[in-house]
């Protein structure tokens, strides 16, 4: 017989099952838990207590952490806060600005804990800063081509895609294209997200600057690649003159398409002596919104450029390069790039648009 001191809470609860529901004899519940009728009568007479079963405790591997709970809340609201206000941010402005709460707390306390909670120091996209404005002025853009225009209006309807990029020259291009990029604080699938962008040049800086005015064409692949020292609207009226009649003319194939080209908003290629330069050789813009890259399949061409620059400085290891070498490398690569490639970028222009109205005028990942 087991002595009472070392009877289960288990057992004394079988015990007054047996006997409160099932109507037993204390011999009869002995027989069957096997204790002694003593112990059965002690446990029905004593007084039902509440059991508490013990829980299995997890045992904490390394030191204690530094930061409360509370401490973890504080920083990831500011996270949020800092994105509206300021846009770019650090670890220390963090700690500025909850100095008073995070006291004796070390700058890689808080960056371990931001990449805890899935936030990185990721390179960030140079955009331009989207507004509420610019969102509902994007939506706008996008329904009114999907209700007024065909699935075809990007492919067979615009001559040509025009803009200007340029390139800051490298005497040492392999150890430029090692170099890292800006970074922001952001999680992995944040790269476009509302405070996650920043505002700059996307060349980098550095010397003398390649300066090019391209353009594509839906089934004819780059149709333009021009140098250029500087961009006036008296400078870029005369080259509309000179050139936007040739690049028409490339544009067209076994389909006729509409003199209409697209363009973004820039002063110096929208300005009044433009506009009567485009209107003498009864040329078209078809405007996109302010801000809209994702809107121009071109600047996707351009994306595609800087990563070849950077690849072909590291293939062929180009450890010096003179400022007209490098001019030459870029209009050759510009048109390197395959119809194929051009083509493809422009055909997905009818699925950013819906996928705009989707998201509300949100940013795209083209």
């Not at 007479?45 to 591997?61: A, D, F, G, N, Y």
Request: hydrophobic fraction near 35%.
């Amino acid at each position: 017989m087991l002595p009472y001191s070392f009877i289960s809470p288990e057992i004394r609860a079988y015990v007054r099952f047996l006997r409160e529901r099932d109507k037993l004899t204390v011999r009869k519940v002995a027989d069957l838990t096997g204790i002694s009728k003593s112990s059965v009568s002690r446990i029905c007479s004593s007084p039902l207590r509440h059991i508490t079963l013990p829980r299995e405790t997890k045992v904490q591997m390394g030191r204690p952490s530094k930061l409360s709970a509370r401490q973890r809340r504080l920083i990831l609201k500011e996270v949020r806060r800092a994105r509206r206000t300021h846009g770019n941010f650090t670890v220390r402005t963090l700690m500025n600005v909850l100095k008073s709460d995070l006291q004796n707390v070390s700058v890689r306390t808080i960056s371990r804990f931001l990449n805890q909670s899935g936030y990185k120091y990721r390179i960030a996209r140079k955009k331009g800063l989207l507004y509420a404005k610019d969102l509902r002025r994007r939506l706008q853009f996008a329904r009114v081509i999907k209700r007024e225009r065909g699935p075809s209006f990007w492919t067979d309807d615009i001559a040509f895609y025009f803009d200007a990029t340029s390139f800051h020259h490298k005497t040492h291009p392999k150890q430029n294209a090692l170099t890292l990029k800006g970074r922001v604080w952001r999680k992995h699938n944040e790269g476009l997200s509302f405070g996650c962008t920043a505002k700059g040049r996307k060349v980098g800086s550095g010397g003398r600057v390649v300066r090019v005015h391209a353009a594509i064409s839906y089934g004819n692949g780059v149709v333009l690649a021009k140098p250029y020292k500087k961009l006036t609207g008296k400078r870029f009226a005369k080259f509309v003159k000179k050139e936007f009649d040739g690049v028409f003319g490339r544009c067209q194939g076994d389909h006729i398409k509409p003199r209409v080209f697209v363009q973004d908003g820039d002063p110096s290629q929208n300005s009044a002596r433009v506009r009567r330069a485009l209107s003498r050789i009864n040329a078209t813009i078809q405007q996109i919104p302010a801000r809209s890259p994702d809107l121009n399949p071109i600047e996707n061409i351009f994306h595609i450029l800087g990563n070849r620059l950077n690849e072909d400085a590291l293939r062929l290891n180009i450890e010096h390069e003179t400022f007209r070498a490098f001019r030459r490398r870029v209009v050759t690569t510009l048109l390197g790039i395959p119809p194929s490639v051009v083509d493809k970028t422009i055909g997905s222009m009818t699925k950013r648009v819906d996928e705009i109205i989707r998201r509300k005028g949100e940013r795209l990942k083209y």
